[in-house]
């Protein structure tokens, strides 16, 4: 009970004085241990940054070039941003960076965005693995390296990398090395039919000039079998790549391999004028458990232009009704080669119809 003249809990003296020295300007807050700010899932748009060109990846390193064809040229090593950890990033990529872009010793900038692609060349382990292997991005074009002998020419592997190719919007060119240990024609008869620009090389005449002048104004990917001279053909074209070499092992008939990392590297020709030269380490097997089936006639020029008289949804494998390239091949009319191709052709559709 009160008497009227204040609360139940006062004793009716003035007590204002006593709160006075309690307010909320004295309360310590204890700081966020993860930051003061929120977190948030919207991202910077980095508008500021830079494009380069990605030359090399080592072990979480990016090496990139920037501000490519004009005086302030430069090479920097850049790192990942964390938000593109699930990304891949390869050679030929175009990469948005920020950050520390001096390129001074010790420098690192940022990767924050990975620009839109135009191509895209991928393999798998095998041709039932659904996992793909992103090998090389923006490339608009393929030299397929194989030698005549030592080790001996593959034509099932190259059948795959035309398949590839065609697949990734790449335009594939061959180029034979060790022609002064084989006659490479009897194996070039079985590309007679694509429209496919041929280079043959010898260990004293590598025909570095024409080969260049194919490679100038263009982003090309180099690829092949362990140990046919590939990284040798790349040393001749890019004078101080100094790409490692090996040998072929007399028992196996193996390659060995050598490169073992994908770099670009810059090819010119006597006018100054260049392209670039993306060199892969060499492969005995190449997947294509990520094609679309559809892709692979593609690889077979001479024998998809036969398909469009084909009923439709024919397969074209051995037992495909009406099948107007098989009808073709057993007609003569693409001889001996004609036979081979669709041989290829079919193999390869087997794989994927299993």
């Known amino acids: 009970m009160t008497d009227g003249t204040g609360p139940w809990w006062s004793d009716g003296e003035d007590e204002d004085d006593e709160f006075d020295l309690y307010d909320e300007s004295s309360i310590r807050s204890r700081p966020n241990p993860k930051g003061n700010r929120p977190r948030t899932k919207t991202r910077p748009e980095h508008a500021d940054a830079q494009i380069a060109r990605v030359l090399g990846v080592d072990r979480g390193r990016y090496t990139v070039m920037l501000d490519e064809d004009t005086p302030d040229e430069r090479q920097i090593t850049a790192a990942r941003a964390s938000e593109l950890r699930r990304n891949p990033i390869v050679n030929g990529d175009r990469v948005a960076v920020v950050g520390d872009t001096s390129g001074e010793e010790g420098s690192l900038a940022r990767i924050v965005r990975i620009e839109p692609r135009t191509t895209l060349l991928r393999r798998s382990a095998d041709d039932t693995d659904e996992v793909e292997r992103v090998i090389v991005a923006n490339a608009d074009q393929m030299l397929i390296v194989v030698a005549a002998a030592n080790p001996e020419p593959r034509t099932r592997l190259v059948d795959r990398y035309l398949v590839a190719a065609y697949d990734a919007g790449i335009a594939p060119m061959l180029c034979v090395t060790k022609t002064d240990l084989a006659d490479p024609e009897p194996f070039l008869e079985n590309f007679a039919g694509l429209d496919l620009p041929v280079f043959t090389s010898r260990e004293d005449s590598i025909p570095v000039h024409d080969i260049r002048a194919a490679l100038v104004g263009h982003d090309t990917v180099v690829v092949g079998h362990s140990g046919v001279g590939k990284s040798t053909l790349v040393n001749a074209l890019v004078p ?18 050598t490169s073992s990392s994908t770099v670009s590297l810059r090819v010119e020709d006597e006018a100054g004028r260049h392209g670039w030269v993306i060199d892969t380490p060499g492969v005995r097997s190449f997947g294509l458990g990520h094609v679309n089936t559809d892709s692979i006639l593609k690889a077979f020029t001479d024998l998809a232009e036969l398909a469009e008289d084909c009923p439709r949804g024919c397969t074209h494998l051995p037992d495909a009704p009406d099948c107007a390239i098989i009808e073709a091949v057993e007609a003569g009319k693409l001889g001996e080669a004609g036979r081979a191709r669709l041989d290829s052709l079919q193999r390869l559709l087997l794989t994927f119809a299993r």
Do not use: D
């Open 240 to 257: 101080g790549a100094h790409r490692a070499t090996g040998h072929v092992n007399v028992v196996t008939g193996r390659g060995r391999h």
